[in-house]
Nanobody, 123 residues
Framework: QVQLVESGGGLVQAGGSLRLSCAAS????????MAWYRQAPGKQRELVAS???????NYAESVKGRFAISRDNAKNTVYLQMNSLKPEDTAVYLC?????????????????WGQGTQVTVSS
């Protein structure tokens, strides 16, 4: 199996910064892509940023220019640098990884999720 562990959430004032980390571990052959989602109370889960082989990443319009996603392949870790935070960024942030495993001569590809980390931005 594969486990994702997030860290770095917390309470910050508007205009401040936070850096989230998500480390993947377990029976990993390769990680195809990693992403950050967020879910605010009463709202649907939304994709914040994703990164695959292209290191530039893809971003939701609402965070472009403020957030930056990066990846350390050697550590199976993805980061989300969040700057100029706004109260509307308040949510639980969840890490996602599309992982390829090799077991018993067969490749498996599955999506895995972390438990989430709370980000609260006060006005």
């Amino acid at each position: 199996q594969v486990q994702l562990v997030e860290s770095g959430g917390g309470l910050v004032q508007a205009g401040g910064s936070l850096r989230l980390s998500c480390a993947a571990s377990g029976s990993i052959f390769t990680i195809n892509s990693m992403a950050w989602y967020r879910q605010a109370p009463g709202k649907q889960r939304e994709l914040v940023a994703s990164i695959a082989s292209d290191p530039t990443g893809n971003y939701a319009e609402s965070v472009k220019g403020r957030f930056a996603i990066s990846r350390d392949n050697a550590k199976n870790t993805v980061y989300l640098q969040m700057n100029s935070l706004k109260p509307e960024d308040t949510a639980v942030y969840l890490c996602n990884a599309n992982v390829q495993r090799y077991l018993g001569g067969t490749y498996f590809i599955n999506d895995y999720w972390g438990q989430g980390t709370q980000v609260t931005v006060s006005s």
